[in-house]
């Protein structure tokens, strides 16, 4: 299933490939253990994954990450540990998920492949969906949940690559460059907010 948004996405992505080449940041689910305390209405997720950062990959653990919900505490988990490199993930919120079970792929019971769809509200950006399917849900909530933050880290690491591409074309008088790099930004701000 493609949202909308996908298509501005995938465009982007291949910006970040032709700006960051081996330096595109990449998020890849390892584990997840979730626990629920109904009396209190709190979640506590645990969860690993391997990052991979400037060509460095390395696995990432965060422990007790308390929240509503397993999404509530993926997304609160990542933002924490990921908002002082990336300021720009600050204006990223977390407004809604959705769980969509799909019946019709001919798989027996409880088999069935689930779509997860997370809203995230960047700013006055509007809202943006990302989308993962697996037939585990709490697969497909961890997956879609590294997706937004990998988008949204690649959006600010080639902002920041094509502002030094920029002042250096700005005085070397390359207003051919100059016009690509502003064509670039223009599409990544569409996305973020990027501080200046």
Do not use: W
């Not at 879609?144 to 002042?167: G, P």
């Not at 051919?176 to 200046?196: A, F, G, N, P, W």
């Amino acid at each position: 299933m493609k949202t909308p948004e996908e298509s501005k996405r995938n465009d982007l992505r291949d910006l970040f490939q032709s700006i960051l080449r081996d330096n595109v940041i990449a998020l890849s689910p390892v584990s997840v253990s979730a626990k629920e305390v109904f009396d209190n209405k709190e979640s506590e997720v645990s969860f690993a994954f391997n990052e991979k950062i400037s060509g460095k990959s390395k696995k990432v653990s965060l422990r007790s990450v308390k929240g509503k919900g397993l999404v509530d505490c993926l997304f609160r988990g990542c933002k924490s540990k990921y908002s002082e490199s990336y300021p720009s993930l600050q204006s990223v919120e977390l407004v809604d998920f959705k769980v969509m079970p799909i019946f019709s792929m001919k798989k027996p019971g409880s088999r069935a492949e689930t779509d997860i769809v997370l809203s995230v509200k960047v700013g006055d950006r509007g809202v943006s969906e990302f989308v993962s399917r697996s037939d585990s849900i709490i697969r497909s909530a961890f997956t879609t949940t590294l997706k937004a933050f990998q988008f949204y880290m690649n959006c600010e690491a080639s902002f920041d690559r094509i502002k030094i591409v920029l002042d250096d074309a700005t005085k070397r008088n390359r207003g051919d460059i100059q016009q690509r790099c502003l064509s670039d930004l223009s599409k990544i701000t569409e996305m973020i907010h990027v501080k200046v």
